[in-house]
């Protein structure tokens, strides 16, 4: 009896002990915040109408906690939405009327994603301008919002000038044209009048 009380006294003690459980959650992750950056890369001068162009965006996580429920929002002003394959990086996107939305994975600290998106302006833009902004939220909270969002400008190239051709004065080459008859018709008639002389004089 006496060797069961001694049990059960040393189990009563060990969970009265203020020892911290071994599944408690960490502090810095639960308690902590993620300083998370957004970036687009941006176009290195005008685009033409037509061509292909790449301005991925990039999401960074500067600790110090992990960055969780991410999402990020490109705003589409216009018909020009953009294209992949952003949808295979993402965990999930979808499209509402004027946003591109997509759920991301989350990062680590130090960890960064980034989404190729690109564009394709068609030719009814040219010598216009064109931006998209983005943003995105996330738990936990972002100490710093100053950089969590970022706009991509892109100036859409006009058409070249057609060259310049003068114009052509109608009366002056109608003039031209009746000179040139009229000598061609002397010389025919000097040539026609020769020899007729030479078949004369024999």
Not at 73 to 93: I, Q
Not at 97 to 111: E, I
Not at 158 to 167: D, L, S
Not at 176 to 196: I, P, Q, S, Y
């Amino acid at each position: 009896m006496s060797r069961r009380w001694a049990v059960g006294a040393a189990v009563l003690a060990l969970l009265a002990a203020p020892t911290p459980l071994a599944w408690a959650a960490d502090p810095v992750t639960a308690g902590g915040s993620a300083d998370l950056r957004l970036a687009w890369r941006k176009p290195s001068g005008p685009v033409a109408p037509g061509e292909s162009v790449e301005t991925p965006v990039v999401v960074t996580n500067h600790g110090p906690a992990t960055a969780t429920q991410l999402e990020l929002t490109m705003t589409v002003l216009g018909d020009h939405w953009p294209g992949g394959p952003y949808e295979d990086v993402a965990h999930r996107c979808w499209t509402d009327p004027g946003v591109v939305m997509c759920l991301l994975s989350d990062l680590a600290p130090g960890q960064s994603v980034t989404l190729p998106v690109g564009w394709r302006f068609p030719r009814e833009a040219a010598g216009t301008t064109y931006e998209a902004p983005a943003s995105f939220s996330g738990a936990p909270d972002d100490p710093d919002t100053s950089n969590n969002a970022d706009s991509v400008h892109f100036v859409i190239a006009a058409p070249p000038p057609a060259p310049h051709r003068p114009a052509r004065d109608a009366t002056a080459g109608a003039a031209v044209t009746a000179g040139a008859t009229a000598g061609a018709l002397v010389v025919a008639g000097g040539a026609v009048l020769l020899w007729r002389r030479s078949r004369r004089a024999r």
